[in-house]
């Protein structure tokens, strides 16, 4: 089976903070995703990476950076927190694009005081 | 722009009583349609992947089906523990095929 990991599943930081939300799987995946789960909205897709050190913008990058130094692992930059980056974060991979489904972890719920 | 609905957003059914959950999509190319099973808290689940129409998948109580236009997710007798958040999303097979497109879901709840 396909593990996703994520390092915290709850968080609470203060705006300003610069927020590190990591992830990591264990099947050798070369794609890797960051999506926000907010009610009403639906999933939003941040930043998706397709290979080490290869990243793309996803439909909400504003406020967000990628990092992608290990296959196994990809982590979510919040540079300089605000309130309204308080939501549920998924990570997510998959082994091909598009034809094969993607895995998600069982996310991070962040509150940015 | 791919745009994916789920009707209905809420549905209650009785234990045994069986329905369908439905999901509209648009989209320019169909390249895969995902249904994810989500519980509070937790991540969606990968339940099925449909690629074209008249495909059906199958899953104990469950049976995705898939037109040009839609998919349906089958409930047979549903049991307490199938309550959940079911979202479909599709991918296209354009240049952005990286990318899944969600609908907001339909909450299911099964009364014993």
């Known amino acids: 089976d396909v593990k996703v990991t994520q390092s915290s599943r709850y968080l609470v930081k203060r705006t300003g903070e610069k927020v590190f939300l990591e992830c990591v799987q264990d099947?050798?995946?070369?794609?890797m995703f960051w999506y926000r789960q907010d009610p009403g909205l639906g999933l939003r897709l941040i930043y998706f990476?397709?290979?080490?050190?290869?990243?793309e913008k996803g439909d909400i990058p504003e406020g967000y950076s990628v990092s992608r130094e290990k296959k196994e692992r990809f982590s979510l930059i919040l540079e300089s927190a605000s309130t309204n980056q308080t939501s549920m974060y998924l990570c997510?991979?998959?082994?091909?694009?598009?034809?094969?489904?993607?895995?998600f972890g069982d996310g991070t719920r962040l509150s940015i005081l | 722009e791919d745009q994916v609905t789920q009707s209905p957003e809420a549905l209650r059914l009785q234990e045994g009583e069986s329905s369908s959950l439905n999901c509209s999509y648009t989209v320019s190319g169909l390249r895969g349609l995902f249904w994810y099973r989500q519980d509070p808290g937790k991540g969606p689940e990968f339940l099925f992947t449909?690629?074209?129409a008249g495909e059906e998948k199958e899953k104990e109580r469950l049976k995705a089906t898939l037109t040009k236009k839609e998919s349906f997710l089958h409930i047979t007798a549903p049991k307490p523990e199938d309550s959940a958040t079911y979202l479909c999303a599709v991918v296209n097979s354009g240049g952005s095929n990286y990318k899944l497109t969600f609908g907001k879901g339909t909450l299911l709840t099964v009364n014993p």
């Open positions: 990476s397709y290979d080490v050190k290869m990243k």
């Open positions: 997510a991979s998959s082994r091909q694009i598009g034809n094969q489904p993607q895995h």
């Open positions: 099947m050798d995946h070369e794609n």
């Open positions: 449909l690629y074209s």
